[in-house]
Nanobody, 118 residues
Framework: QVHLVESGGGLVQAGGSLRLSCTAP????????MNWYRQGSGKQLEWVSS???????VYADPVKGRFTVSKDKAKDTVYLQMNSLKPGDTAIYSC????????????WGPGTQVTVSS
């Protein structure tokens, strides 16, 4: 199955932490990159982070220093560790495969809701 599935969202207080998971079948064997995006209610889709096939990462300014991407290649799973959460982080978080043709086929997951209360 090539579908991506996110998990780990939920309700957390400001200052708390949450770890999201994205199971992305085949991303390791096909040398895909992985992105995280988020979309708050009534807002545009916002890029959060990127991980290249070599493991290098880059983060959007609003999350830099608070969010960290990692991966488990054996499980074809990417993680987004979110620390020092703020109410402005409230959004649906989605992962995306990037790279060659195979990587971009059915590349988006359905997302998982993160809500940060004040």
């Amino acid at each position: 199955q090539v579908h991506l599935v996110e998990s780990g969202g939920g309700l957390v207080q400001a200052g708390g932490s949450l770890r999201l998971s994205c199971t992305a079948p085949g991303f390791t064997s096909n040398s895909c990159g992985m992105n995280w995006y988020r979309q708050g209610s009534g807002k545009q889709l916002e890029w959060v982070s990127s991980m290249n096939p070599d493991g290098s990462t880059v983060y959007a300014d609003p999350v830099k220093g608070r969010f960290t991407v990692s991966k488990d290649k054996a499980k074809d799973t990417v993680y987004l560790q979110m620390n020092s959460l703020k109410p402005g982080d409230t959004a649906i978080y989605s992962c995306q495969r990037t790279g060659g043709n195979w990587c971009r086929l059915n590349a988006w997951g359905p997302g998982t809701q993160v809500t940060v209360s004040s």
